[in-house]
């Protein structure tokens, strides 16, 4: 698992930058908003995707650890890894759900 961080070198975060990187390094991308209390219980996933945060908190638990994402932070899922997710404090997040094509 990589958790990488935004850099100036991507340009402004945004949604549209995000997703303009994560397709060029070979994944499909969606975004979706969830608001304060969403929880997505151990799951896996058949193919590698990064969750990356635009604004809000994230938490993802996977292998033993656990990960706040915030603003800019873009965390890699191999396929197969049963992790969890869950927004953390009060505003909703909207994430860039890339999955590696």
Not at 44 to 70: A, C, W
Request: hydrophobic share 30%; proline share 6%.
């Amino acid at each position: 698992m990589t958790l990488e961080k935004w850099d100036s070198s991507y340009g402004q975060l945004s949604e549209k930058n995000m997703r303009q990187l994560l397709e060029k390094r070979g994944y499909t991308t969606a975004c979706y908003t969830y608001p304060p209390g969403t929880y997505f219980p151990d799951h896996t996933h058949r193919k590698e995707k990064i969750d990356g945060v635009i604004s809000g908190k994230f938490r993802i638990k996977m292998g033993g650890n656990t990960y706040d994402l915030g603003p800019g932070d873009m965390i890699r899922v191999p396929a197969g890894s049963v992790h969890s997710a869950e927004v953390i404090g009060e505003e909703p997040v909207i994430s860039v759900d890339a999955v590696k094509r």
